[in-house]
T-cell receptor
Framework: EPEVTQTPSHQVTQMGQEVILRCVPI?????FYWYRQILGQKVEFLVS????????KSEIFDDQFSVERPDGSNFTLKIRSTKLEDSAMYFC?????????????????FGPGTRLTVL | DAKTTQPNSMESNEEEPVHLPCNHS???????IHWYRQLPSQGPEYVIH???SNVNNRMASLAIAEDRKSSTLILHRATLRDAAVYYC???????????????FGKGTKLSVIP
């Protein structure tokens, strides 16, 4: 069964450093997402990406964050200058958009997550 | 997306049915009801979705009230592997060229007792 993969599983970094989190979405999917979950809190939407551009982003996704799909298979989240409060699990998700009206058939597939620890 | 209300936690005995309720009194006519779950230390996982009619799949059943202001996720026979946080999420099925992002609440933490 196809699945979303993420690397690394755990990333430790110093405050102010840049990190890149990597995701390989399911191959025929067209929408890509990043979510994050701070320990003990809700899963929060960060950004969606479709047709090589950002579709929507949340208030959390400020200028420190960027996303890229550099080679048609990987989908990356870059945090330019990490802060302590960026420590969280980061989940990548992908979705295949079916034809026709409505989104009833659009299940999002999530990866296992990358735990980012900022010291 | 409209708001949902779920109990913080529920318990079930193994091999017994579980009914997880969700209230969504402000649901609109085009909102689909989605359920996802998150097993410990894993990413969220799709469970089931529906619009008006009750739905069944290999994982669960979804019972939707006639007025659509509430729904119930039914696990027919709970196993230890079903211990997870279950999220009831409304998403507008006709949001046009939107991103179909999911808005997670706190969900219901289901504990399964052996």
């Amino acid at each position: 069964e196809p699945e979303v993969t993420q690397t690394p599983s755990h990333q430790v970094t110093q405050m102010g450093q840049e990190v890149i989190l990597r995701c390989v979405p399911i191959s025929n999917h067209l929408y890509f997402y990043w979510y994050r979950q701070i320990l003990g809190q809700k899963v929060e939407f960060l950004v969606s990406f479709y047709n090589n551009e950002i579709s929507e982003k949340s208030e959390i996704f400020d200028d420190q964050f960027s996303v890229e799909r550099p080679d048609g298979s990987n989908f990356t989240l870059k945090i330019r200058s990490t802060k302590l409060e960026d420590s969280a699990m980061y989940f990548c998700a992908s979705m295949m958009v079916s034809g026709g009206g409505g989104s009833s058939y659009n299940e999002q597939f999530f990866g296992p997550g990358t735990r980012l620890t900022v010291l | 997306d409209a708001k949902t209300t779920q109990p913080n936690s529920m318990e079930s005995n193994e091999e017994e049915p579980v009914h997880l309720p969700c209230n969504h009194s402000t649901i609109s006519g085009t909102d689909y009801i989605h359920w996802y779950r998150q097993l410990p230390s894993q990413g969220p996982e799709y469970v089931i979705h529906g619009l008006t009619s009750n739905v069944n799949n290999r994982m669960a059943s979804l019972a939707i009230a006639e007025d659509r202001k509430s729904s119930t996720l039914i696990l027919h026979r709970a196993t230890l592997r079903d211990a997870a946080v279950y999220y009831c999420i409304l998403r507008d099925g006709y949001s046009g060229a939107g991103s179909y992002q999911l808005t997670f609440g706190k969900g219901t933490k289901l504990s399964v007792i052996p």
